[in-house]
């Protein structure tokens, strides 16, 4: 069983940066695929940026493009959300993702909470 933890998260201003970590545990973490996802108030849980197993590989939603940066330390089995020029949009609960070719189905952290205001 994977268990997943997130930190990180907090308030900023708009434009501010926030970097966000999840720390995986639990199976061997260069197997992973690994994915954060938000959700805000009243929306829809959404796929923000995923990172393949082998870190080669990298998808990111529109509205995060050219400001989210995805990595991953297989060292430390960590992987890190970058997130710079945040915007109020921005707003809502970040969970990160676990998947592999080696088991079905998938795991979830327990969130961590970002906020966007003046």
């Known amino acids: 069983q994977v268990q997943l933890v997130e930190s990180g998260g907090g308030l900023v201003q708009p434009g501010g940066s926030l970097r966000l970590s999840c720390a995986a545990s639990g199976f061997t973490f260069s197997q992973l695929s690994l994915s954060w996802y938000r959700q805000a108030p009243g929306k829809e849980r959404e796929l923000v940026a995923f990172i393949s197993s082998s870190g080669g590989s990298t998808n990111y939603a529109d509205s995060v493009k050219g400001r989210f940066t995805v990595s991953r330390d297989n060292a430390k089995s960590t992987v890190l959300l970058q997130m710079n020029s945040l915007k109020p949009d921005d707003t809502a609960v970040y969970y990160c993702?676990?998947?592999?070719?080696?088991?079905?189905?998938?795991?979830w952290g327990q969130g961590t909470q970002v906020t966007v205001s003046s």
């Open positions: 993702y676990a998947s592999s070719r080696r088991f079905s189905g998938g795991y």
